[in-house]
């Protein structure tokens, strides 16, 4: 454990000099003068472990030891804490407990390994009398951790709710301002360097997905194992969507939700609807943004980039900061310790009630809508509105007798998810209606 009582240099580890890794070098070196100020000490690197050391690096080296054995860092007693920056579960779960037994405190940014395994290496870390730092890990430069597990521990919190990855929000928002196709706002993204070559991690839900289990984990004190989260990606989502959403004042952003539901929790990752002027509609591009209701504080708002080589790297010399100076120490004995009152496993299941927006495309003949608002009625859902769209388009195609498709976008009061899914599943199977049925759940704050 590094204290503040000597003047002496720390020495780290830097584990992965990718994107991330070479910014915190980069940092550490050019904000030297400013670090050792708010640290106490100075911070110097060590010695790296990487892939392939002979890599063009992003940053300019000093002059250190650089291999690929993390023995080369775990065996050496000089140093204190270990900035652990590979992504994935393995090698990097097997490194994270090398440093751990090895009596190094851990600064991470991979939350794929604290989402699957987050429980047994923070209580082999208390065990061992070790820490995990673990900002970097969520909404990128956004101070999230440290606002739930210590600036907002008075609070019992109510609800976490938020735009928590910048891919998918750059893609919706260039779908929306530019008109572009999902496929066109993808490639722009992955051009841009905010997409990778392959993007299903973040278009399928599940990068948001495990950073609302971790999030969960700080603020409900359960543990919810990501992949038991319902999630949806965008890739659903089309142009004609965000038109229909547009027309009715919301735009449609991927949103994590977990709050308190009757003693358990409702937890989801979704596109949704999100009334235009509220924080998260306005959320663009590749911001993150988090909104926490605390019963004491009421709601607050984060925003800021949520990746990004140089807001994660911050965020990772922050962690290494408050672990020279003796913070995380501090604050990592309760972080992430389980609730005995509240059951991990206890999802509050497609109960939730909420306002729906429904897309169902049918043909365009008389009793077509009734025959559907009738279903709905028959589960208990009641309308707040419906829309005919004009007839959608088949090309050049000489006109026929056959009746044209048309859109209904159908906007419900405030009624139980599973309901609504019932419903839909009914409204499928009539011979009127054409493919599968869209439901986005409505938030109207």
């Known amino acids: 454990m590094a204290h503040t009582g000597s003047t002496e240099p720390v020495r780290i580890g830097i584990v992965g000099l990718g994107t991330v890794g070479s910014g915190v070098v980069r940092l550490l070196v050019d904000s030297a003068d400013h670090i050792t100020r708010h640290a106490g000490r100075p911070i110097e690197v060590a010695a790296a472990v990487v892939r392939d050391p002979a890599k063009d690096r992003d940053c300019t080296l000093p002059a250190i030891p650089i291999s690929t054995d993390i023995a080369t860092i775990s065996q050496d007693p000089s140093i204190t804490i270990a900035a652990l920056l590979v992504g994935g579960l393995e090698p990097a779960r ?11 405190d851990v600064v991470t940014a991979n939350k794929a390994l604290l989402a699957e395994h987050g429980p047994e290496l923070f209580e082999l870390a208390r065990r061992l009398g070790r820490s995990i730092a673990f900002e970097a890990a969520v909404a ?3 101070p999230i951790v440290a606002a739930i597990g210590e600036c907002l521990a008075a609070n019992r919190i ?7 990855n910048g891919t998918s929000n750059f893609i919706l928002t260039r779908m929306e301002e530019d008109g572009s196709s999902y496929a066109e706002a993808l490639a722009l993204a992955q051009a841009k360097g905010f997409a990778e070559a392959d993007p299903s991690m973040d278009v399928d839900g599940t990068d948001a997905t495990q950073k609302l289990a971790i999030l969960s984990h700080l603020a409900f004190g359960v543990w919810v194992p990501w992949k038991e989260i319902p999630r949806t990606g965008i890739d659903t989502v089309d142009i004609d969507l965000i038109h229909y959403a547009a027309e009715l004042g919301y735009r449609i952003r991927l949103v994590a939700v977990a709050r308190r539901s009757n003693g358990r929790l409702a937890m989801r990752v979704a596109p949704a609807l999100v009334k235009i002027g509220t924080p998260l509609a306005e959320t663009r591009g590749a911001y993150n943004a988090v909104s926490i209701v605390g019963d004491a504080v009421g709601r607050m708002f984060f925003h800021g980039l949520g990746a990004g080589q140089m807001p994660t790297a911050s965020a990772v010399v922050a962690d290494i900061i408050d672990t020279v100076v003796g913070r995380t120490a501090i604050t990592f004995r309760t972080t992430g310790l389980l609730s005995a009152d509240t059951p991990a496993a206890k999802l509050a299941g497609g109960d939730a009630s909420e306002r729906h927006f429904l897309r169902i495309v049918v043909t365009d003949r008389p009793g077509v809508l009734a025959r559907i608002t009738g279903i709905l009625g028959d589960h208990g859902i009641s309308i707040a509105s419906v829309i005919q769209h004009d007839p959608i388009a088949t090309g050049d195609a000489p006109a026929t007798s056959i009746p ?3 859109a209904l976008v159908i906007m419900t009061h405030s009624c139980p998810s599973s309901a609504v899914h019932e419903a839909l599943l009914s409204i499928d199977r009539c011979d009127a209606v054409r493919g599968k049925s869209v439901c986005l759940g409505v938030l109207d704050e």
């Open 158 to 164: 109510e609800s976490i709710r938020g735009i928590l």
């Open 404 to 406: 044209p498709d048309v």
């Open 94 to 104: 097997s490194m994270m407990v090398e440093l751990l037994e090895n009596g190094k």
């Open 140 to 142: 990128g430069g956004i």
